[in-house]
């Protein structure tokens, strides 16, 4: 039919904008070069999505979706020291995996505060789990040692982000859960 927009995958755009405000940051992120990664004109977007704000969101809550499972599935291990240490492996090798953008954008964009208290919470339950079944010492402050995990993920992510080695990372990586397990006994 004449005159009808070129449809386009609503999936396959949102995620092309994720990777944009991974890659750049929101606030380097432009409407122009959102359109131009996605191949859609702005009035598509704007009709698709609302405003850059808009679709900020609906990236940001996309992806954390995803980063949310994971932490799930890593942090449902036997133990409250076998989850954390799944969650910072993989985490270490996502945020070096040339698949994508390095580090990570949940922990790298500062519109995100409200969601990376969202990913402390879940690390101090399974830690508050761990001292219920006695993988974790009694005294361990759930709320501090969840604290400690979020800013090692984050140094990872911003290691990675400033060219750090997979090798480097995973490094970083072991000596904080060392840290971790002497913590935890």
């Not at 698949?99 to 500062?110: I, K, R």
């Not at 060392?178 to 935890?184: G, Q, V």
């Given at each position: 039919?004449?005159?009808?927009?070129?449809?386009?995958?609503?999936?396959?755009?949102?995620?092309?904008a994720?990777?944009?405000?991974?890659?750049?940051?929101?606030?380097?992120?432009?409407v122009?070069?959102?359109?131009?990664?996605?191949?859609?004109?702005?009035?598509?977007?704007?009709?698709?999505?609302?405003?850059?704000?808009?679709?900020?969101s609906?990236?940001?809550?996309?992806?954390?979706?995803?980063?949310?499972?994971?932490?799930?599935?890593?942090?449902?291990?036997?133990?409250?020291?076998?989850?954390?240490?799944?969650?910072?492996?993989?985490?270490?090798?996502?945020?070096?995996?040339?698949?994508?953008?390095?580090?990570?954008?949940?922990?790298?964009?500062?519109?995100?505060v409200?969601?990376?208290?969202?990913?402390?919470?879940?690390?101090?339950?399974?830690?508050?789990?761990?001292?219920?079944?006695g993988?974790?010492?009694?005294?361990?402050?759930?709320?501090?040692?969840?604290?400690?995990?979020?800013?090692?993920?984050?140094?990872?992510?911003?290691r990675?982000?400033?060219?750090?080695?997979?090798?480097?990372?995973?490094?970083?990586?072991?000596?904080?859960?060392?840290?971790?397990?002497?913590?935890?006994?």
């Amino acid at each position: 039919m004449a005159g009808r927009p070129r449809g386009f995958d609503r999936e396959a755009a949102l995620l092309v904008a994720m990777e944009r405000f991974w890659r750049n940051g929101y606030d380097e992120t432009t409407v122009a070069e959102l359109t131009r990664s996605m191949g859609i004109t702005a009035p598509s977007l704007y009709a698709a999505f609302g405003d850059k704000d808009a679709l900020f969101s609906e990236a940001a809550a996309y992806y954390f979706d995803r980063v949310a499972t994971q932490m799930d599935r890593a942090l449902d291990q036997p133990t409250a020291h076998a989850g954390i240490s799944e969650l910072v492996r993989i985490s270490a090798a996502a945020y070096t995996d040339h698949a994508n953008p390095p580090g990570c954008f949940l922990l790298s964009e500062p519109r995100l505060v409200r969601e990376r208290r969202e990913l402390s919470r879940h690390i101090a339950e399974r830690i508050q789990r761990g001292i219920r079944e006695g993988d974790v010492a009694p005294e361990t402050d759930p709320g501090a040692m969840a604290d400690f995990i979020i800013a090692v993920i984050e140094g990872l992510s911003t290691r990675a982000r400033d060219g750090g080695s997979t090798t480097e990372v995973r490094a970083i990586a072991d000596i904080a859960l060392s840290t971790f397990a002497a913590s935890a006994t």
